[in-house]
């Protein structure tokens, strides 16, 4: 078999074999697959990236950099079979694998639609309403956010090369922000070929993605405060990184996401029978085996009212009992080896550790049978689950992770008790709950939710569809306070804004409309001769506006409006009842009847650029219009963002005032546009 050599990708070429050599070996087997060749040099790539990377995504808007994204995905899935075959030499079966190829690959799909969907085709972010800071209105202030100008050291855990790696590569690329990506050794062999996917895509700037084989050296000597890191792995090694002098000194973002004792508890309510007590049985099974318990979230304390104990002893042995462990490519196997003899060693010693409180009860910690031919020499090893009478007396079960197929059943006595063991935990990624009891789900959320980075109801309402407790999707946060590392990565755009710089800027509404690109209250408007509804959306720019003439509300109207829609609330039409309220002090106008109306003063009707109304934002109805009350409606362009080289979204600001300029409503009407 011929070796895989791996070198750095460093500025935009991979460096050429030199130095000493490193192997790396099969999972399976124990032989070698491949190896580390010379070592990067990380000031070069640290310069090249801000010097070249940074520069070209920042040239790049929001939109293209999603198109980017969706591009690299695209191409994972394309040669998804060739990272299959390998992704076996790490031990996982196709399950696994799916979880870290196809999985990744989601990601970038995810994070490309939310670029598009959820962010302006543009290059700076503007971060919620303006603040007016005079009384005038003169004087505002307006919060953005825009691209650090350094570059993301991504340093990935062993698990899920694949995975690992691009789920930090969506928010820093949909940022703006160039990479350096350091795997772990173990399986730097299948993320080395995932990265070579990447950039044989063909869709990335140089610049913005490099590769370090080996060690990352003196990489922290060159970074500043415009640069960021993000560590996945050991407790014990983001412990070392985070106190590096220089990321202290130069206040260099740090994120870890670590190694956590995660929980999983069966509800008081959850007796043996329900749905929920099998649906607990099958999760904690499934988060033993799956990746041979090589993952984050996986389950290491499962707890269960006391009285349910033994019921879940047995269920669960009997479920592991089913599982056939062995090489991943033989048929019916279930569970993979570990990710190598090293990790193999580490689990073996923590079970032990474990042990000497906790029985074990399911498993055989020095052998067992594996399917396949030539595992005698692979990282294999039985699941194994342990028994923790008395949980309040062992320290070892909340404080010792075995890596690995291993987990520990242990009893609580009532809700507050398992909120308690939960949380001894001292933070973790995820914790599951399985119970049908509102007020249940309830307590543990606030007993427990401090203590986790996500938590999952799981009952027979939702199972079919769950994606299960140990699962981070890209919508939501992935992280953990305390021993889970206080990280938050992930968690749609809050994961971009990491890698952005939030800035509050001042000034004049009309400066500001400028620079951000968007309409801000208070900013000139541009009194257009033609109407709006008769420009195309490269015609339209911010400011742009109209006002329509008057209308005057009748008594009629209201009462014609109510008959024809139902709407007949007192307020319309029982003079009695709405002049002794103190919000209307008589009959006032349907809202709807106020927008409808609105519409009507400014609507074009003939066919044109604007193809379709798809939504209103922020309406509020701030003054009550009365009968004999006149109305008009100011139409102004707020800002727009182009979704398909055909149409593009308008975002216009409609105030509905009385000719004096009293404000009775006001919001965000959305249109899609032809270019």
Same mark, same amino acid.
């Given at each position: 078999?011929?070796?895989?050599?791996?070198?750095?990708?460093?500025?935009?070429?991979?460096?050429?074999?030199?130095?000493?050599?490193?192997?790396?070996?099969?999972?399976?087997?124990?032989?070698?697959?491949?190896?580390?060749?010379?070592?990067?040099?990380?000031?070069?790539?640290?310069?090249? #990236?801000?010097?070249?990377?940074?520069?070209?995504?920042?040239?790049?808007?929001?939109?293209?950099?999603?198109?980017?994204?969706?591009?690299?995905?695209?191409?994972?899935?394309?040669?998804?079979?060739? %990272?299959?075959?390998?992704?076996?030499?790490?031990?996982?079966?196709?399950?696994?694998?799916?979880?870290?190829?196809?999985?990744?690959?989601?990601?970038?799909?995810?994070? =490309?639609?939310? /670029?598009?969907?959820?962010?302006?085709? #543009?290059?700076?972010?503007?971060?919620?309403?303006?603040?007016?800071?005079?009384?005038?209105?003169? +004087?505002?202030?307006?919060?953005?956010?825009?691209?650090?100008?350094?570059?993301?050291?991504?340093?990935?855990?062993?698990?899920?090369?694949?995975?690992?790696?691009?789920?930090?590569?969506?928010? &820093?690329? %949909?940022?703006?922000?160039?990479?350096?990506?350091?795997?772990?050794?173990?399986?730097?062999?299948?993320?080395?070929?995932?990265?070579?996917?990447?950039?044989?895509?063909?869709?990335?700037?140089?610049?913005?993605?490099?590769?370090?084989?080996?060690?990352?050296?003196?990489?922290?000597?060159?970074?500043?405060?415009?640069?960021?890191?993000?560590?996945? /792995?050991?407790?014990?090694?983001?412990?070392?990184?985070?106190?590096?002098?220089?990321?202290?000194?130069?206040?260099?973002?740090?994120?870890?996401?670590?190694?956590?004792?995660?929980?999983?508890?069966? $509800?008081?309510?959850?007796?043996?029978?329900?749905?929920?007590?099998?649906?607990?049985?099958?999760?904690?099974?499934?988060?033993? &085996?799956?990746? =041979?318990?090589?993952?984050?979230?996986?389950?290491?304390?499962?707890?269960?009212?006391?009285?349910? %104990?033994?019921?879940?002893?047995?269920?669960?042995?009997?479920?592991?009992?089913?599982?056939?462990?062995?090489?991943?490519?033989?048929?019916?196997?279930?569970?993979?080896?570990?990710?190598?003899?090293?990790?193999?060693?580490?689990?073996?010693?923590?079970?032990?550790?474990?042990?000497?409180?906790?029985?074990?009860?399911?498993?055989?910690?020095?052998?067992?049978?594996?399917?396949?031919?030539?595992?005698?020499?692979?990282? +294999?090893?039985?699941?194994?689950?342990?028994?923790?009478?008395?949980?309040?007396?062992?320290?070892?079960?909340?404080?010792?992770?075995?890596?690995?197929?291993?987990?520990?059943?242990?009893?609580?006595?009532?809700?507050?008790?398992?909120?308690?063991?939960?949380?001894?935990?001292?933070?973790?990624?995820?914790?599951?709950?399985?119970?049908?009891?509102?007020? =249940?789900?309830?307590?543990?959320?606030?007993?427990?939710?401090?203590?986790? /980075?996500?938590?999952?109801?799981?009952?027979?309402?939702?199972?079919?569809?769950?994606?299960?407790?140990?699962?981070?999707?890209?919508?939501?946060?992935?992280?953990?306070?305390?021993?889970?590392?206080?990280?938050?990565?992930? $968690?749609?755009?809050?994961?971009?804004?990491?890698?952005?710089?939030?800035?509050?800027?001042?000034?004049?509404?009309?400066?500001?409309?400028?620079?951000?690109?968007?309409?801000?209250?208070?900013?000139?408007?541009?009194?257009?001769?033609?109407?709006?509804?008769?420009?195309?959306?490269?015609?339209?720019?911010?400011?742009?506006?109209?006002? &329509?003439?008057?209308? &005057?509300?009748?008594?009629?109207?209201?009462?014609?409006?109510?008959?024809?829609?139902?709407?007949?609330?007192?307020?319309?039409?029982?003079?009695?009842?709405? #002049?002794?309220?103190?919000? +209307?002090?008589?009959?006032?106008?349907?809202?709807?009847?106020?927008?409808?109306?609105?519409?009507?003063? +400014?609507?074009?009707? #003939?066919?044109?650029?604007?193809?379709?109304?798809?939504?209103?934002? /922020?309406?509020?109805?701030?003054?009550?219009?009365?009968?004999?009350?006149?109305?008009?409606?100011?139409?102004?362009?707020?800002?727009?963002?182009?979704?398909?080289?055909?149409?593009?979204?308008?975002?216009?600001?409609?105030?509905?005032?009385?000719?004096?300029?009293?404000?009775?409503?006001?919001?965000?009407?959305?249109?899609?546009?032809?270019?």
């Amino acid at each position: 078999m011929t070796l895989q050599t791996l070198t750095s990708f460093s500025g935009g070429q991979w460096l050429p074999p030199a130095g000493e050599r490193r192997a790396l070996h099969s999972a399976i087997t124990g032989a070698p697959i491949a190896e580390v060749v010379g070592e990067a040099d990380v000031s070069a790539m640290v310069a090249y #990236a801000k010097d070249v990377g940074g520069p070209a995504l920042r040239a790049l808007s929001f939109h293209e950099r999603a198109s980017m994204l969706k591009a690299l995905a695209k191409a994972v899935m394309e040669k998804k079979d060739a %990272l299959y075959a390998l992704s076996y030499q790490t031990g996982a079966t196709k399950a696994d694998s799916w979880i870290d190829i196809e999985g990744g690959a989601g990601t970038l799909f995810a994070y =490309a639609s939310k /670029g598009k969907r959820e962010l302006p085709n #543009a290059h700076v972010l503007v971060d919620g309403a303006p603040e007016i800071l005079s009384r005038e209105g003169t +004087f505002i202030g307006q919060h953005v956010y825009t691209p650090l100008k350094g570059v993301a050291v991504h340093i990935n855990a062993y698990n899920f090369p694949i995975w690992g790696m691009l789920e930090k590569l969506g928010p &820093t690329l %949909l940022a703006g922000v160039p990479a350096i990506v350091k795997p772990a050794s173990s399986t730097a062999y299948l993320a080395e070929a995932a990265f070579k996917v990447l950039i044989e895509a063909g869709v990335l700037p140089g610049g913005a993605l490099q590769f370090i084989a080996g060690g990352v050296g003196d990489l922290f000597d060159h970074l500043d405060g415009q640069d960021s890191i993000a560590f996945t /792995g050991s407790a014990c090694t983001a412990s070392k990184l985070q106190s590096d002098p220089r990321v202290a000194r130069e206040a260099i973002k740090f994120t870890a996401e670590r190694d956590s004792l995660n929980a999983s508890i069966l $509800g008081p309510d959850a007796a043996p029978g329900t749905p929920e007590f099998d649906l607990f049985i099958k999760e904690v099974a499934k988060e033993m &085996t799956v990746k =041979a318990g090589q993952k984050c979230t996986a389950i290491r304390r499962a707890m269960v009212p006391a009285s349910h %104990l033994d019921a879940a002893q047995e269920a669960l042995s009997a479920r592991l009992a089913k599982t056939t462990v062995g090489d991943p490519r033989v048929d019916g196997v279930r569970m993979g080896a570990l990710a190598s003899l090293g990790q193999l060693d580490d689990v073996r010693s923590k079970v032990a550790a474990l042990s000497a409180q906790n029985p074990i009860v399911f498993g055989d910690l020095d052998g067992g049978a594996f399917t396949g031919d030539d595992v005698s020499g692979g990282a +294999f090893m039985s699941p194994i689950l342990m028994r923790c009478e008395r949980p309040w007396e062992a320290d070892a079960v909340h404080d010792v992770e075995a890596f690995g197929p291993v987990s520990t059943l242990m009893p609580y006595t009532d809700a507050a008790d398992a909120i308690a063991l939960a949380n001894r935990g001292k933070g973790s990624l995820a914790i599951s709950v399985f119970t049908h009891d509102a007020a =249940a789900a309830t307590g543990f959320v606030m007993g427990s939710a401090s203590h986790h /980075g996500r938590m999952v109801f799981i009952n027979r309402d939702c199972a079919k569809e769950s994606t299960g407790h140990g699962s981070p999707l890209p919508q939501l946060v992935h992280g953990g306070p305390g021993r889970a590392g206080g990280g938050e990565e992930m $968690g749609g755009i809050r994961g971009v804004k990491h890698y952005m710089q939030r800035t509050a800027l001042q000034g004049s509404p009309g400066m500001l409309s400028k620079v951000v690109g968007q309409y801000l209250p208070g900013a000139p408007k541009d009194e257009g001769e033609r109407h709006p509804f008769r420009l195309k959306f490269g015609e339209l720019e911010p400011g742009y506006s109209i006002t &329509t003439k008057d209308r &005057t509300i009748t008594l009629e109207d209201i009462e014609h409006f109510a008959d024809f829609t139902g709407d007949t609330f007192y307020a319309h039409m029982d003079e009695d009842a709405a #002049a002794k309220s103190p919000i +209307f002090g008589g009959r006032v106008a349907h809202g709807y009847l106020i927008l409808s109306f609105a519409a009507g003063l +400014f609507v074009d009707p #003939a066919p044109g650029p604007v193809l379709a109304n798809y939504g209103l934002d /922020g309406l509020r109805f701030v003054k009550p219009l009365k009968p004999g009350e006149t109305m008009k409606a100011t139409l102004t362009v707020k800002s727009k963002s182009q979704r398909t080289p055909e149409m593009g979204e308008v975002k216009w600001c409609v105030d509905v005032t009385s000719p004096e300029g009293e404000l009775y409503a006001s919001y965000d009407l959305l249109t899609m546009n032809e270019v």
